[in-house]
């Protein structure tokens, strides 16, 4: 199973999708912000980040620029979660996250998304 790290700025969102990821098995991390997404991103290098699009410090599309400016976490996937509504749902891939998942979403959203993401990951490396 995978070492994935959430970041969101909301306990809740945070304790929702840890207790999700880990009931599949999943090792978890979590940051309240951007910054520290950031930190355990570079120190931890986990499998693969859910990066809420609004958050302090700095938002997900800034951590999605610095992960992928940083050699050492570049090729780390990126999954968009967010609850803007009015946000076009190809908007974060066309941008460079690996997935994209709205706000609420069921398990098996989130399950599904989270193993195509990493199936992709892995599929490149054998190639």
Same mark, same amino acid.
């Given at each position: 199973?995978?070492?994935?790290?959430?970041?969101?700025?909301?306990?809740?969102?945070?304790?929702?999708?840890?207790?999700?990821?880990?009931?599949?098995?999943?090792?978890?991390?979590?940051?309240?912000?951007?910054?520290?997404?950031?930190?355990?991103?570079? $120190?931890?290098?986990?499998?693969?980040?859910?990066?809420?699009?609004?958050?302090?410090?700095?938002?997900?599309?800034?951590?999605?620029?610095?992960?992928?400016?940083?050699?050492?976490?570049?090729?780390?996937?990126?999954?968009?979660? $967010?609850?803007?509504?009015?946000?076009?749902?190809?908007?974060?891939?066309?941008?460079?996250?690996?997935?994209?998942?709205?706000?609420?979403?069921?398990?098996?959203?989130?399950?599904? $998304?989270?193993?195509?993401?990493?199936?992709?990951?892995?599929?490149?490396?054998?190639?």
């Amino acid at each position: 199973m995978a070492k994935i790290l959430i970041a969101d700025d909301y306990d809740d969102n945070r304790e929702l999708l840890r207790l999700m990821l880990e009931g599949a098995g999943h090792t978890v991390r979590e940051a309240k912000d951007g910054g520290e997404c950031l930190t355990l991103a570079r $120190t931890e290098l986990p499998d693969l980040l859910l990066v809420d699009l609004s958050m302090p410090v700095f938002d997900g599309w800034k951590v999605l620029r610095e992960i992928r400016n940083d050699e050492r976490t570049r090729g780390i996937p990126c999954v968009a979660v $967010t609850a803007f509504s009015e946000i076009d749902p190809g908007q974060p891939v066309r941008d460079g996250f690996d997935g994209y998942l709205s706000k609420p979403f069921k398990s098996k959203d989130l399950l599904s $998304t989270v193993g195509e993401v990493l199936g992709q990951r892995a599929a490149s490396r054998v190639v």
